[in-house]
Structure formats: structure tokens, C-alpha cells
């Protein structure tokens, strides 16, 4: 009997139990969530993948909430105030605008706002070839090597490197009028970053001679000295005429022992036999 009693009792508080956690746990799901609300500020963002120099237009400009205590300096607030900017620096989806990305005021877009004091833009016509198949994209850097001959004789042709670490601003494509033909033709075109010494360099090796970019990883920073070589070295000689070995002369014998010999008041020179 009082074995019964304890089952009773056991069954009870499992269904006591039960009855109390079930109770809770549709209160706790059926509690309206308190949102808790984070102070926020608009923020001008890219609507898209922007290129540098592009100029920015109202669709390619959108506002969001930015948390109050993490916007960045200098961001906008209006899209209004950006129409019609440059842009100096490429720009990804969502990215905030900030000045250090804008050509001034009334400077325009394109590419002219993109040249930093002190540097030109120089454009250099290339091929395939020349443009490293392809690969020469603006933001990359390259060394300009020049082919050319001094005195126009082959033998005196070298090719030296000329300019090192050069930046990319832009490349592309130009339409030229083919004079023959009377057609347009496309033109490859790769325009650098240099300054103006260097545009000396880079417009004489392209006008008197040829031109070759090297593509190079952006981070090295080394600009070794080379000294240029031409065909002679290249196929293994020093120089246009290959050196004449000196002639050889047969050496004199030595000359036989000898003895000097008195008889009196005379004097001989005799030769030793030798046996």
C-alpha cells in the first residue's frame, strides 16, 4: 500500500512539473521582443564598383544608417553635395566616401585630377607585346625598357632599362584614322605616372627607338642598376672583333759552356765538350 502511494505521488509532481516548465516556456516565446534601438547616422556610400576618375552620379550614390559612435571622419551625409565630383581612388560597393577619394571642388573628373603635383601623364603606344599580353592594368607598375641604336648600325643596338617602377594610371584603347586605307583603326595605349625628366626619357625611347613594359610586383620597391647590353655580348663576344693571339717567337739557344785559357800573354775562350 505504501509502495502505491510513493507511485501516486511521483506521477503527481512529474505531471506538476511538467505542467509548470510547458506553462513557462509559452510565456517566454510568446513575450514581445524589446528591440533595443542604437543611435545611427546617414552615411553616403558607393552604390556600385566605381573606377577612378569616374565622376559620381546621383544612381551611383546611396545613403545608409551608420552607428552613431563609428562613423568614419570626413563622410557625407547628402548625396547631393558628391554629384558631379572626381574620383581620385577606385572605389567598391558600400564603401563610405570620404575626401581623401575626391578630386577638389571644380577640378572636373577623368584623369587630369589624378595626377599628383609634380607628375605628368604620358601615353605610350604598345601592343600585345609591348602591354605584357594583357596584363598592364591601371594601379600596376612596370619598368619602361628601350631598344635603340646610337649610330643606327645594328651592331651598336642596346637595350638598356630606362625607367623603373613606374605606376599604370590608365590603359585602353584609341581609335587612330588609318591614312592608307582611310579606316579607323584600333590603337593599344598605356598612359604612366611619371615626372617630367622621366617623360624625356620615356617619349625619346618610344620615338627613336622601341619600347618593352616589364610587369613587376607593386611592393618591390628595388631599382637595380644594369648596364645595358648589345648583340655582341649577347651572343658571347666583348666586342665586334675577336681578339688576335700574338705571334710566337722561337727563343735563342743558350749559349755553350765555356773556359777561359792562359798560355802566357795570351788569353782564349775554349768551348766545354760535353759528353
Keep these: 500500500m505504501t509502495r502505491i502511494r510513493m507511485f501516486i505521488v511521483l506521477f503527481l509532481a512529474l505531471g506538476l512539473g511538467g505542467t509548470f516548465a510547458m506553462a513557462t516556456y509559452r510565456y517566454i516565446t510568446n513575450r514581445p521582443v524589446e528591440k533595443v534601438g542604437l543611435p545611427t547616422t546617414p552615411v553616403v556610400v558607393a552604390g556600385a564598383d566605381l573606377a577612378l576618375g569616374a565622376e559620381l552620379r546621383k544612381e551611383d550614390l546611396r545613403t545608409i544608417a551608420w552607428p552613431a559612435d563609428a562613423v568614419p571622419a570626413g563622410s557625407f551625409t547628402d548625396p547631393k553635395d ?5 574620383l581620385i581612388q577606385s572605389m567598391v560597393q558600400n564603401e563610405a566616401v570620404l575626401p581623401a577619394k575626391l578630386a577638389p571642388v571644380g577640378s572636373g573628373a577623368g584623369l587630369p585630377p589624378v595626377i599628383p603635383e609634380g607628375k605628368r601623364a604620358v601615353s605610350v603606344r604598345v601592343n600585345d607585346v609591348v602591354g605584357v599580353a594583357g596584363y598592364v592594368l591601371p594601379g600596376t607598375h612596370v619598368d619602361v625598357l628601350a631598344t635603340i641604336s646610337p649610330t643606327n648600325q645594328d651592331t651598336d643596338m642596346t637595350s638598356k632599362v630606362v ?10 584603347t584609341k581609335i587612330e584614322q588609318d591614312v592608307e586605307n582611310n579606316k579607323p583603326i584600333s590603337v593599344s595605349v598605356v598612359t604612366l605616372m611619371v615626372d617630367p625628366l622621366e617623360a624625356e626619357r620615356l617619349t625619346l625611347a618610344s620615338t627613336e627607338g622601341k619600347i618593352q613594359l616589364a610587369l613587376r610586383n607593386p611592393l618591390d620597391k628595388t631599382a637595380p642598376p644594369t648596364p645595358g647590353i648589345q648583340p655582341p655580348v649577347l651572343l658571347g663576344y666583348q666586342g665586334a672583333r675577336r681578339p688576335v693571339a700574338p705571334s710566337r717567337v722561337a727563343a735563342a739557344p743558350p749559349p755553350p759552356p765555356t773556359v777561359e785559357v792562359i798560355r802566357g ?3 782564349s775562350q775554349e768551348v766545354l765538350r760535353q759528353e
Excluded at 558628391?82 to 572626381?86: I, P, T
Excluded at 625607367?163 to 585602353?172: E, F, P, R, Y
Design 82 to 86: 558628391l554629384v558631379g565630383r572626381g
Design 163 to 172: 625607367l623603373t617602377n613606374v605606376l599604370v594610371l590608365a590603359s585602353g
Design 265 to 267: 800573354d795570351k788569353r
